[in-house]
C-alpha cells in the first residue's frame, strides 16, 4: 500500500501564492507517478498536474504558466508551486499516487488540502 500525506493548503489573495507539499509512504518503491487533482463543489475531480519517475510533466491547459510540479523520488514527496492564484482555482486538492500492485496499476489518495482563493 502506499498511504499520502497533503499539507499546504489555505486562504489566499487573488494574485497569491500557495505551495502543497505530499509525502507517500510505504510500498514507495512501486511508485511510477504522482500528481495533484483538484475538485470544486459540484464539478468533477479534474488533474491538474503529474509527474513521472522520469520526470515528464502533465499540466492541466488552466494552470499552464502558474503552476510548477516537482518530485523528489528519494523523498517520496511531490510538490505543487501555485502563483497568480485566481478563484477559479479554489478547491479541494488531492495529492495522487500510481503504483504498481501484484502486477497491477492502482491509485492512492490523500485525504485532501482545502485552497481557498478570495476576492
Known amino acids: 500500500q502506499v498511504h499520502l500525506v497533503e499539507s499546504g493548503g489555505g486562504l489566499v489573495q487573488v494574485g497569491g501564492s500557495l505551495r502543497l507539499s505530499c509525502t507517500a509512504s510505504g510500498s514507495t518503491g512501486n511508485v511510477i507517478s504522482m500528481g495533484w487533482y483538484r475538485q470544486a463543489p459540484g464539478k468533477q475531480r479534474e488533474l491538474v498536474a503529474t509527474v513521472t519517475n522520469a520526470g515528464d510533466t502533465n499540466y492541466a491547459d488552466s494552470v499552464k504558466g502558474r503552476f510548477t510540479i516537482s518530485r523528489d523520488n528519494a523523498k517520496n514527496t511531490v510538490n505543487l508551486q501555485m502563483n497568480s492564484l485566481k478563484p477559479e482555482d479554489s478547491a479541494l486538492y488531492y495529492c495522487?499516487?500510481?503504483?504498481?500492485?501484484?502486477?497491477?496499476?492502482?491509485?492512492?489518495w490523500g485525504q485532501g488540502t482545502r485552497v481557498t482563493v478570495s476576492s
Open positions: 495522487n499516487a500510481q503504483y504498481i500492485r501484484f502486477g497491477w496499476q492502482q491509485d492512492s
